[in-house]
């Protein structure tokens, strides 16, 4: 039990598809963020929420969308795909060291994601 | 130079060998720092804190050097089990978003 939902674990969609990927934390952490990685490549850091606000995008193509409605879920919105988008997308979320926390990011299990 | 530094190996050791990873950054505001383990196709998930005195979690010893900027983990008595990717990652007290190097891959082969 990690603490960090994330929803659906696979997800198989073609180029033209709307789908979204749900992450949602019982933590009562202040940060979230969203992460790509690619086959056996490092994590990329795509987006950071801090209090439900964005802080970082890091230049990422707009066909993601997060949304985040409180301080518990986040969402990735996608649309018009590309197959080289297909990767595991890794939710996480974190208590800032300034906020009483210990900065440790816990992390979901993933979505993978397939683009046909 | 990158804000986190790994060696990404592979590091390929027989069972019951000592491994030690280094990993250098750059930020000298960097407060907080952690060991984290991957798994093929899996998250990941954190292995030990760093702490300022070094610390051990049974065959697992993490130390920190802040004048050199630089953690290490050492591993001892490898098992099969511990062949996985090693992240370093690094915090600092004015930002939320943690930096992660790029991994050091373990392999412990038979």
């Known amino acids: 039990e990690t603490g960090v939902t994330q929803t659906p674990r696979h997800l198989v969609m073609g180029m033209t598809n709307k789908k979204s990927l749900k992450c949602e934390q019982h933590?009562?952490?202040?940060?979230m963020y969203w992460y790509k990685q690619s086959a056996k490549k490092p994590l990329e850091l795509m987006f950071v929420?801090?209090?439900?606000?964005?802080?970082e995008n890091n230049s990422v193509p707009s066909r993601f969308s997060p949304e985040c409605p409180n301080s518990s879920h986040l969402f990735l919105h996608l649309h018009t795909l590309q197959p080289e988008d297909s990767a595991l997308y890794l939710c996480?979320?974190?208590?800032?060291?300034?906020?009483?926390?210990?900065?440790?990011?816990?992390f979901g299990e993933g979505s993978r994601l397939t683009v046909l | 130079r990158k804000e986190v530094e790994q060696d990404p190996g592979p590091f390929n050791v027989p069972e019951g060998a000592t491994v030690a990873f280094n990993c250098t950054y750059s930020?000298?505001?960097?407060?907080?720092f952690f060991w984290y383990r991957q798994d093929c196709r899996k998250e990941p998930k954190l292995l030990m804190s760093?702490?300022?005195s070094g610390n051990e979690d049974g065959r697992f010893t993490a130390q920190l050097n802040r004048a050199s900027q630089y953690i290490s983990l050492l591993i001892r008595d490898s098992k099969l089990s511990d062949s996985a990717t090693y992240l370093c990652?690094?915090?600092?007290?004015?930002?939320?978003?943690?930096?992660f190097g790029r991994g050091t891959s373990l392999i412990v082969h038979p």
């Open positions: 990652v690094v915090n600092s007290w004015r930002s939320y978003i943690p930096t």
């Open positions: 933590l009562g952490h202040n940060a």
């Open positions: 930020n000298s505001a960097s407060q907080s």
């Open positions: 996480a979320s974190s208590q800032e060291v300034g906020q009483g926390g210990t900065g440790e990011l816990f």
């Open positions: 760093v702490y300022s």
């Open positions: 929420y801090n209090f439900k606000e964005q802080t």
